[in-house]
């Protein structure tokens, strides 16, 4: 068994390729327990304008904790912030079930990139890290169930497929493109400027997994905040629509391990 990079391999990993796996962040052991908590939170509270064959819950932190703790393994969070700096904030919890038969995504960036949001960084954008996607491996990610479609280097272009003035079609397969596999308990990290996509399932068992996305101090996450005024004067000013991130409920903050709490707080609800 290879030994597990480094925390400076990693960060060059991320920096350079735009994204990394880290192993184990939830104990093999555990994973069990967590991909069924999410997967029941999941299912009770589906989002009803889910796309056909995913399952998907937004806010994910107020309808399940169980994964909480693993934020804070350190092999996982000291990169976070080793790459964003000390003071990350969590700015979305997604639980995504990929279901049997679920067809290959569009290739695009993440929020803030992603130019169909109302809360977008107009492209040509800088070469600035400023968002992290984590997709959690809550199963085995493989190339036949699905995994993340990325591709590697493509932070560093100032535009994505989302854009319409992007040269490339957001369902073409990318020429250099490959599947982030991995096993369960592992978590992708990579900068939310990566073009990707979640790959075809072609096998008879959901794909369950999370997205974590993390924020540096000084990212205004405030258009995501359901009925604020920048969230309409963006959407009015755009044309465009915007995600929708509810306020993590004050007893669930409290609930949260300690060390978990700092990457909420700027989300709890008034
Ligand atoms: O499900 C996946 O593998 C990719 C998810 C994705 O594209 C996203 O959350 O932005």
């Not at 992603?114 to 493989?142: C, E, K």
């Not at 900068?191 to 540096?216: K, L, Q």
């Amino acid at each position: 068994m290879p030994s597990e990079p480094t925390l400076e391999e990693q960060l060059l990993h991320l920096q350079l390729d735009g994204w990394c796996v880290v192993r184990n962040v939830i104990p093999e052991k555990e994973v069990p327990a967590v991909r069924e908590s999410v997967a029941a939170a999941t299912l009770r509270h589906r989002r009803p304008d889910a796309p056909a064959n995913i399952g998907h819950r937004t806010g994910l932190i107020n309808y399940d904790q169980s994964f909480a703790p693993y934020l804070v393994t350190p092999a996982f969070i000291d990169l976070v912030r080793a790459a964003l700096g000390p003071n990350v904030r969590v700015s979305f919890t997604s639980a995504m079930i990929n279901y049997p038969g679920n067809v290959r995504g569009g290739l695009h960036a993440d929020w803030p990139f992603n130019q169909r949001n109302a809360g977008h960084i107009p492209a040509p954008y800088p070469d600035v890290v400023a968002h992290f996607t984590t997709l959690w491996m809550l199963s085995p990610f493989s190339v036949e169930n699905g995994a993340t479609i990325i591709v590697p280097g493509s932070h560093r272009m100032e535009t994505n497929p989302s854009a319409g003035s992007c040269s490339h079609d957001e369902d073409a397969p990318y020429p250099t493109e490959i599947q982030a596999t991995g096993d369960a308990g592992s978590v992708l990290i990579m900068d939310s400027r990566m073009w990707h996509a979640a790959g075809a399932n072609r096998t008879e068992s959901a794909r369950v997994a999370m997205a974590i996305r993390f924020a540096p101090w000084w990212l205004n996450l405030n258009g995501l905040r359901p009925g604020s005024g920048e969230r309409a004067r963006q959407m009015e000013a755009t044309g465009l629509k915007e995600n929708e991130v509810e306020p993590v409920k004050p007893e669930v903050l409290a609930a949260l391990p300690a060390a978990v709490q700092p990457l909420f707080e700027h989300w709890v609800e008034a």
